[in-house]
T-cell receptor, first 116, second 110 residues
Framework: KAGVTQTPRYLIKTRGQQVTLSCSPI?????VSWYQQTPGQGLQFLFE???????NKGNFPGRFSGRQFSNSRSEMNVSTLELGDSALYLC???????????????FGQGTRLTVV | SQQGEEDPQALSIQEGENATMNCSYK?????LQWYRQNSGRGLVHLIL?????REKHSGRLRVTLDTSKKSSSLLITASRAADTASYFC??????????FGAGTRLFVKA
């Protein structure tokens, strides 16, 4: 069974640009969550999608957005990039039998975004 | 910050020794999970403990949960150099929001 796939693995962007990151969950998993990891703030929750619906969002500005497609693949977008957006972006998928967060999450290897 | 608290922040031990790390949380939970991360890469799930469980074992790992104190601990027995990694606890608040602990960086010296 293929794991969670994130693309691209590495990305360098300039301030002011926008970026789209992709996450393909494990087959059959309907929940996808996104996280930002930085040395200063640690792992921060961005948002969670389940069956194409965003169920919760972390404390990030509106420049951070996401969506989930009918095949459960998810994308996150960051517009008007700032230097502080440089981070490792991780996504995780879960098989939620009853839609509740009661099972383990499987993480991708992440996309390392550098904003210059 | 949306982080839970974890201590110690860093831990350095000799191979063969035990390592204990702790996680404190603030909300009621359905379950609490522990993950390992090697060198800033993806996280690997280690163990999940439900709110009605007090202790759980998996190989050299032992996790305890004290819901009255809102805390959990992860014990790694007979540590190996390959256990060198960062360890995080994770739990969910109501409303599907995930909270991660700040993490403990474990260094096991051969």
């Amino acid at each position: 069974k293929a794991g969670v796939t994130q693309t691209p693995r590495y990305l360098i962007k300039t301030r002011g640009q926008q970026v789209t990151l992709s996450c393909s969950p494990i087959s059959g998993h309907r929940s996808v969550s996104w996280y930002q990891q930085t040395p200063g703030q640690g792992l921060q929750f961005l948002f969670e999608y389940f069956s194409e619906t965003q169920r919760n969002k972390g404390n990030f500005p509106g420049r951070f957005s996401g969506r989930q497609f009918s095949n459960s693949r998810s994308e996150m977008n960051v517009s008007t990039l700032e230097l502080g957006d440089s981070a490792l972006y991780l996504c995780a998928s879960s098989f939620l039998r009853d839609g509740l967060m009661n099972t383990e999450a499987f993480f991708g290897q992440g996309t390392r975004l550098t904003v210059v | 910050s949306q982080q839970g608290e974890e201590d110690p922040q860093a831990l350095s031990i000799q191979e063969g020794e035990n390592a204990t790390m702790n996680c404190s949380y603030k909300t009621s939970i359905n379950n609490l999970q522990w993950y390992r991360q090697n060198s800033g890469r993806g996280l690997v799930h280690l163990i999940l403990i439900r709110s009605n469980e007090r202790e759980k074992h998996s190989g050299r790992l032992r996790v305890t949960l004290d819901t009255s104190k809102k805390s959990s601990s992860l014990l790694i027995t007979a540590s190996r150099a390959a256990d060198t990694a960062s360890y995080f606890c994770l739990y969910y608040t109501g409303g599907f929001k995930t909270i991660f602990g700040a993490g403990t960086r474990l260094f096991v010296k051969a």
